[in-house]
């Protein structure tokens, strides 16, 4: 990170350029998080190691991805733990998948299902990036021809149709298991409900997460004026 609070991918086996000057590969090889390294230019950075947040603002990626207040109401709302296993389509550049690994941890396992070969290959390069390839499997595979895992505790679909694999979802969750789906619009949530009622999912529920700071100035304290308001609708059901 940088004096201006700008962050960085780099790795240690190349020099680091930057407009505020280069440093060289064996002072990045030499370093450990928390030293501050300084450019020919006298600037200073400083070494950090990336949470999954650091490194999701990075890292590649050629398509839109799920914001963090959607993620974590997923998170939330579905208990994710360690030890669980995940089925989540389209992988997309991976956002979703990464935070699902790393909270699941080496106890538990993501297949990660993306029919488009470019993003299939972005994703796992990101998960191998974030050193998660043990724990998330991207498939480079059309998940409507047929979910290939069983006993999942929670599949995440963000997908045109989600409703149309409903059948298989509902027979390869384990009893308590959740589904998930990210809806753009409103009617793709609707109908997930009243294909998800139809199939006999428990629990189920249309949310919308709207997520507003609060700013303190010297003024007072008031909500700021811009927020990040709608981005998806999130459709939950239970097998019970």
Known sequence: MDERGKKYLIADDKEFHSDLGLIEKEKLENS????ILTTHLNKEFKVI???VNDFIDLMDRRCSILIQKDIGTVIAKTGLGSGFTVVDAGTGAGAIALNFGNI????GHVYSYEIREDFAEVAKSNVEKFGLSNIIEVKNKDIKEG?????IDL???DLTKPYEIFE???EKLKLGGHLVVYAPYIDQAETSYRVAKKIGFSNLAIVETLEREIE???QGTRPKTRMVGHS???FFARKL
Do not use: H, Q, S
Request: no cysteine; glycine share 10%; proline share 7%.
């Open 32 to 35: 450990a998080v928390g030293d």
């Open 49 to 51: 190691k990336p949470n």
């Open 104 to 107: 699941v941890g080496l106890a």
């Open 147 to 151: 979910i290939e895992e069983v006993a």
């Open 155 to 157: 599949v995440f679909l």
């Open 168 to 170: 298989d979802v509902f």
């Open 216 to 218: 303190v100035r010297p």
């Open 232 to 234: 998806g609708y999130l």
